[in-house]
């Protein structure tokens, strides 16, 4: 497969957006998990590492209730920007779009123990789920083809992280 490079008005799977057209407007910079989702191969993980990166540094000693409003906020922004930026990319969920994977970490690392091996096992552990996508994650991620679709499937995917976490919390393994 060949990648284009987009300066304009992007389309097709096979479109890499620049970043001039990324950071020219503020849904496709949150979209694309502040540049990160330029960044290949693999731009879901940069996404997921950015995503612990700001939770370590912005949002590890949030109270409970706030921590839940900015997921709930970023979830549905991230509707908002997805649904934006598949549609002028002409692909629905683009692989720079990345922000579904910075959301989705932040509850894995919100509900699991604060510790860095703890932490570095969650993220582990949701990039295989997100990689792997078992059912029901491939279910969301086939049916819902739009910006909820987009963050959804990872969402499903943190909630198999952590219980696989909670397992391994309740087995001693980790603290």
Same mark, same amino acid.
Request: with cysteine; glycine share 10%.
């Given at each position: 497969?060949?990648?284009?490079?987009?300066?304009?008005?992007?389309?097709?799977?096979?479109?890499?957006?620049?970043?001039?057209?990324?950071?020219?407007?503020?849904?496709?910079?949150?979209?694309?998990?502040?540049?990160?989702?330029?960044?290949? !191969?693999?731009?879901?993980?940069?996404?997921?590492?950015?995503?612990?990166?700001?939770?370590?540094?912005?949002?590890?000693?949030?109270?409970?209730?706030?921590?839940?409003?900015?997921?709930?906020?970023?979830?549905?922004?991230?509707?908002?920007?997805?649904?934006?930026?598949?549609?002028?990319?002409?692909? !629905?969920?683009?692989?720079?779009?990345?922000?579904?994977?910075? +959301?989705?970490?932040?509850?894995?690392?919100?509900?699991?123990?604060?510790?860095?091996?703890?932490?570095?096992?969650?993220?582990?552990?949701?990039?295989?789920?997100?990689?792997?996508?078992?059912?029901? +994650?491939?279910?969301?991620?086939?049916?819902?083809?739009?910006?909820?679709? +987009?963050?959804?499937?990872?969402? +499903?995917?943190?909630?198999?992280?952590?219980?696989?976490?909670?397992?391994?919390?309740?087995?001693?393994?980790?603290?």
């Amino acid at each position: 497969m060949t990648h284009q490079t987009a300066s304009k008005a992007p389309a097709g799977p096979a479109v890499r957006p620049s970043a001039a057209w990324v950071f020219a407007r503020p849904e496709r910079i949150l979209a694309f998990g502040l540049g990160s989702g330029l960044v290949y !191969p693999a731009p879901g993980t940069w996404g997921t590492l950015v995503g612990w990166l700001l939770w370590a540094v912005l949002l590890r000693d949030l109270a409970d209730g706030w921590m839940a409003l900015v997921l709930l906020l970023s979830f549905g922004i991230g509707c908002w920007a997805a649904q934006r930026c598949g549609d002028a990319l002409g692909v !629905p969920d683009h692989s720079g779009i990345n922000w579904d994977e910075i +959301v989705a970490i932040w509850l894995v690392l919100w509900l699991m123990p604060h510790g860095f091996w703890a932490q570095a096992v969650s993220v582990v552990l949701f990039r295989f789920f997100d990689i792997v996508k078992p059912p029901p +994650v491939s279910l969301f991620d086939r049916r819902f083809k739009n910006g909820f679709g +987009v963050m959804i499937d990872d969402i +499903v995917a943190a909630l198999y992280a952590l219980l696989v976490g909670a397992l391994l919390v309740r087995l001693g393994v980790l603290s």
